[in-house]
C-alpha cells in the first residue's frame, strides 16, 4: 500500500504531507482491519479528524483502483476447475425509511455483494455494492456474472437463492418430499458450496466490513481496497 500512496502523491505532485506515505497506509488499514472510528485514529495518531477522513479516503480510493474487473478476474477463475457463488448482506447503519437498502432476508439494512471463490473457498473476486433489497439472482445478472461463467465454459456451485440462473450455475434441489437421489446430490452439493463460506468470513475479518456507518457510495470502494489488500498478503 504505501508504494501505491508513494506514487498516487507523484501523480498529484503532492509536495508536503501531514503523515508520511508510510503512516497513511498504516492509518487505512487500521481503519479497514480494525474499525476504529475517525476520533479513535485522530487521538493515536496526533491529527485532527478532518485529515483522517482525507488520508483514509484518498488510501481506499487508490487500493480500489487496482481491483480487478470481473473480465480481468475470469483470465485467472477460467483456469480452475469450478467456482463457489455466493452472497452477502454487509450490515449498514440506516433508518427504517431507507427501504431499499432494506434487506427482507436478513432483516436488516445492508449493501449487497457477490463473491466468486476457487473450489477451496479462497476468495478471488468481489462485486460492487448493490443497495439491500436486490435479490442475489438480481444481483449476478446485473454483475453479467452468469454471461462471463458461460464464456469461460466454468461450472459453478450457489444456493438455493441462484434458482433460475440457468447456464453453468448449479444449484440443489428444492421441496421436502426428494427422492433419494436428489436428497444425496443436495448433500454433495452442500459440502461442496459450504467451502464458499470461508470467504465470507475472509471479508467479515475486516472490521469495517460489519457495519458500515460512511456513506453507501463508498461502499464499493471499501469492499474492492480489502480485496485488493487481501489478495496481497495472500
Same mark, same amino acid.
Given at each position: 500500500?504505501? $508504494?501505491?500512496?508513494?506514487?498516487?502523491?507523484?501523480?498529484?505532485?503532492?509536495?508536503?504531507?501531514?503523515?508520511?506515505?508510510?503512516?497513511?497506509?498504516?492509518?487505512?488499514?487500521?481503519?479497514?482491519?480494525?474499525?476504529? %472510528?475517525?476520533?479513535?485514529?485522530?487521538?493515536? &495518531?496526533?491529527?485532527?479528524?478532518?485529515?483522517?477522513?482525507?488520508?483514509?479516503?484518498?488510501? #481506499?480510493?487508490?487500493?480500489?483502483?487496482?481491483?480487478?474487473? =470481473?473480465?480481468?478476474?475470469?483470465?485467472?477463475?477460467?483456469?480452475?476447475? &469450478?467456482?463457489?457463488?455466493? $452472497?452477502?448482506?454487509?450490515?449498514?447503519?440506516?433508518?427504517?425509511?431507507?427501504?431499499?437498502?432494506?434487506?427482507?432476508?436478513?432483516?436488516?439494512?445492508?449493501?449487497?455483494?457477490?463473491?466468486?471463490?476457487?473450489? &477451496?473457498?479462497?476468495?478471488?473476486?468481489?462485486?460492487?455494492?448493490?443497495?439491500?433489497?436486490?435479490?442475489?439472482?438480481?444481483?449476478?445478472?446485473?454483475?453479467?456474472?452468469?454471461?462471463?461463467?458461460?464464456?469461460?465454459?466454468?461450472?459453478?456451485?450457489?444456493?438455493?437463492?441462484?434458482?433460475?440462473? $440457468?447456464?453453468?450455475?448449479? #444449484?440443489? &434441489?428444492?421441496?421436502?418430499? =426428494?427422492?433419494?437421489?436428489?436428497?444425496?446430490?443436495? %448433500? %454433495?452439493?452442500?459440502?461442496?458450496?459450504?467451502?464458499?463460506?470461508?470467504?465470507?468470513?475472509? =471479508?467479515? $475479518?475486516?472490521?469495517?466490513?460489519?457495519?458500515?456507518?460512511?456513506?453507501?457510495?463508498?461502499? %464499493?470502494?471499501? #469492499?474492492?481496497? #480489502?480485496?485488493?489488500?487481501?489478495?496481497?498478503?495472500?
Amino acid at each position: 500500500m504505501t $508504494g501505491r500512496l508513494k506514487a498516487r502523491r507523484q501523480e498529484i505532485g503532492t509536495r508536503w504531507r501531514r503523515l508520511p506515505a508510510s503512516r497513511q497506509a498504516l492509518l487505512a488499514l487500521a481503519h479497514l482491519r480494525c474499525g476504529d %472510528t475517525y476520533a479513535q485514529l485522530a487521538a493515536g &495518531f496526533g491529527i485532527g479528524i478532518a485529515t483522517i477522513y482525507r488520508c483514509i479516503r484518498e488510501a #481506499v480510493v487508490a487500493l480500489s483502483a487496482l481491483a480487478p474487473s =470481473l473480465a480481468e478476474a475470469m483470465r485467472t477463475i477460467r483456469e480452475k476447475a &469450478f467456482v463457489i457463488l455466493d $452472497g452477502t448482506l454487509l450490515p449498514i447503519d440506516r433508518i427504517a425509511a431507507d427501504t431499499p437498502y432494506y434487506s427482507g432476508k436478513h432483516k436488516r439494512h445492508g449493501m449487497n455483494v457477490q463473491v466468486l471463490t476457487d473450489p &477451496f473457498g479462497r476468495l478471488l473476486w468481489a462485486s460492487s455494492a448493490l443497495p439491500g433489497s436486490t435479490h442475489d439472482l438480481t444481483a449476478v445478472r446485473h454483475h453479467g456474472i452468469i454471461e462471463a461463467l458461460t464464456e469461460a465454459g466454468l461450472k459453478c456451485w450457489a444456493d438455493k437463492a441462484y434458482q433460475g440462473a $440457468g447456464g453453468p450455475v448449479r #444449484v440443489p &434441489f428444492r421441496g421436502r418430499r =426428494l427422492k433419494q437421489w436428489k436428497r444425496r446430490h443436495n %448433500t %454433495t452439493h452442500a459440502k461442496i458450496r459450504c467451502l464458499g463460506e470461508q470467504a465470507m468470513a475472509t =471479508l467479515k $475479518g475486516w472490521r469495517l466490513l460489519r457495519k458500515h456507518r460512511c456513506s453507501t457510495n463508498r461502499i %464499493t470502494d471499501i #469492499v474492492k481496497a #480489502v480485496l485488493v489488500l487481501h489478495h496481497a498478503s495472500a
